[in-house]
């Protein structure tokens, strides 16, 4: 697997203009950087409530849908990292109230990065909504990640980039 490329310029860089400079990475990496799919998806993503996880889900499939339709594996590739998004902070806020995993402030030296840095977790208690919400995009995304036309593109785009092809 190829990592994600922090290095390149995001702010300028379209990529449905440069798909060859993709790369998947892990989990949910890029996702708010990755144009111009970051700005079709982010307006449609919500997860405050079953209702709106549902609406939101449903709507990014769609585009989901229609990228596998236009052979467009990036914006693909970013939907179904938005719906995985909205399962994790589904989670996060289902697990802790007002989203927040660990107590004290992050050290000055460690901001930016993710991670406990030495500080003790909140306690964890269920929210029921947050969890149907969680539930709600867990199924869209698995659903997207198993289609077998972006496991297809998904494939064709790793070996593409893996070989420096275009």
Known sequence: MQE????????????????????????????????PYKSEILPHWRFATPEQALASSEKITEMF????????FVGADMARKFLQMGYTRSRRYANYPGGKKYRGPVPEDRKGQSGAHGRAEHERREDPVKAESARIFKIARDRAAAHPRYRELRDEHRRCTENGET
Do not use: N
């Open 4 to 35: 994600f490329d922090y290095s390149l310029d995001y702010a300028s860089l379209d990529f449905r203009e440069h798909p060859e400079l993709y790369r998947v990475g892990r989990g949910e990496q890029g996702v708010l950087k990755v144009e």
């Open 65 to 72: 849908e229609r990228y596998l339709a236009d052979d467009d």
